[in-house]
């Protein structure tokens, strides 16, 4: 079977895009991080745009500001003035509200004027974390990535030693909260200090602990930013986190860096469990050998409901490289596999056609397709498809409540996906 890949978009345009900005990855970035105050160097109506996404798709208030940006004030008054104001109307409006950060980060707007967002952190006590986000370049996806890179460049100390049981993971943009929480807690079954960068499992995960608040309510510390360095390992999840441990091993080369591009089915779980098995010396408790048991099973049992049916798949990269390879573990066959942007881990997807593009290029394979699996922006269009099943992932999903608590990744998520599909496979064939 041939693949092929086309690097580039062939419109001037995207019609039902699937893609969104890096200012909304920057956004979601810093709200894994306790007590950060996400400022959003912008026009009010990109702030709320973005808040109003995250809102509706974790069902939960989501507190962003901005800087109140407009064309005038951009070219007059700049973006030192706009940025310091912001923070001290912030903190004059709410007097109770004390940041542990200011997460900054750009848009179209102030990026096309060259903004000093660099030079405004001279001026502020707060910790100050700045990254440069043009909306008209990457993706959600990217915009996340360089927020983690920003993150550990700008807060995290150099060490020279390492705790050997210490380890930090850094996941790419698509992994839900209880999926970041799962793969945490696996690396503490084997005995680890586990952090996470950005950490949204104890912050978006829908839990109010301490109740609805102005700054992010859960994640991680910026003290644990800090003190990164002197982890022992640091593994990526995702090709869009493989930049953000290069920095890290930056802050101390001792630092042993372990890659996955996903942590969806079998193989990648083996390389992941293998791994930690090897530095700590142990084998896995029982229930991770059971969990891997289960998906053998689980990928028996759909076999024959997977692998007679035909996909069409769209979302982040390192998303999509998961889905993709998943189900191709088990006999699928994936006619288009369209990514928001443009990544090197399409290179590795396995589709009879892998490209960047919207749902108008996917459309065209919707008529063979048995199933789709895209963000909520298909739904509509699927509505005239009657013999073609939608399972939604990726950002946003506003059709289905408890987003943030759906588990793909590890054996235990991969056996759930696989069942989760073929049971839709199995309604939309009999059906029809």
Not at 279 to 290: L, N, Q, V
């Amino acid at each position: 079977m041939e693949f092929s890949l086309s690097r580039h978009e062939h419109k001037p345009l995207q019609v039902n895009p699937i893609k969104h900005s890096q200012p909304m990855g920057a956004t979601l970035a810093y709200l894994g991080v306790k007590g950060c105050l996400p400022l959003m160097h912008s026009a009010q109506g990109c702030a709320s745009y973005t808040k109003v996404f995250f809102t509706r798709h974790f069902n939960e208030p989501i507190a962003i500001h901005n800087t109140s940006v407009s064309d005038i004030t951009a070219v007059l008054d700049g973006g030192d003035y706009s940025i310091l104001m912001a923070i001290e109307n912030i903190q004059n409006k709410e007097k109770n509200m004390k940041p542990s950060m200011i997460g900054l980060h750009t848009t179209g707007l102030t990026e096309t004027k060259g903004d000093d967002v660099r030079g405004v952190g001279t001026h502020i006590e707060i910790p100050y974390v700045f990254v440069n986000t043009p909306d008209y370049k990457g993706g959600l996806e990217s915009g996340w990535a360089l927020t983690v890179t920003a993150m550990i460049e700008q807060l995290t100390e150099s060490a020279s030693t390492v705790k050997p049981n210490k380890l930090v993971i850094l996941p790419h943009v698509s992994l839900q909260p209880i999926e970041i929480e799962k793969i945490k807690a696996v690396c503490e079954d084997f005995g680890f200090e586990t952090y996470a960068l950005p950490d949204l499992s104890t912050s978006l995960d829908g839990y109010w602990e301490e109740g609805q608040g102005k700054l992010a309510n859960g994640g991680i510390t910026v003290d644990e930013i800090k003190a990164l360095a002197t982890c022992a390992t640091v593994i990526s999840i995702g090709q869009s986190m493989k930049k953000s441990a290069e920095a890290l091993r930056k802050k101390n080369p001792s630092i042993e860096h372990i890659h996955f591009d996903h942590l969806m089915g079998l193989d990648q779980n083996d390389k992941f469990v293998g791994a930690l098995m090897k530095i700590r010396h142990t084998d896995p408790k029982p229930m991770i050998k059971r969990w891997r048991s289960r998906l053998q099973d689980a990928m028996l049992d759909s076999h024959f409901l997977i692998g007679s049916s035909h996909f069409v798949i769209t979302g982040e990269p390192d998303m999509l490289s998961g889905l993709c390879a998943l189900i191709r573990s088990v006999g699928g066959t994936i006619d288009a596999a369209v990514s928001t942007t443009f990544s090197d881990v399409l290179h590795t997807i396995e589709a009879e056609n892998v490209f960047v593009g919207d749902l108008e290029d996917a459309r065209r394979f919707f008529d063979n397709a048995d199933m789709v699996i895209s963000n909520f922006h298909a739904e509509r269009i699927l509505h005239s498809y009657h013999n073609t099943a939608l399972v939604i992932r990726g950002f946003p999903n506003y059709e289905e409540l408890g987003n943030q608590l759906k588990n793909d990744q590890l054996y235990e998520g991969s056996t759930y996906f696989l069942f989760e599909i073929a049971n839709e496979l199995r309604k939309v064939k009999h059906e029809h």
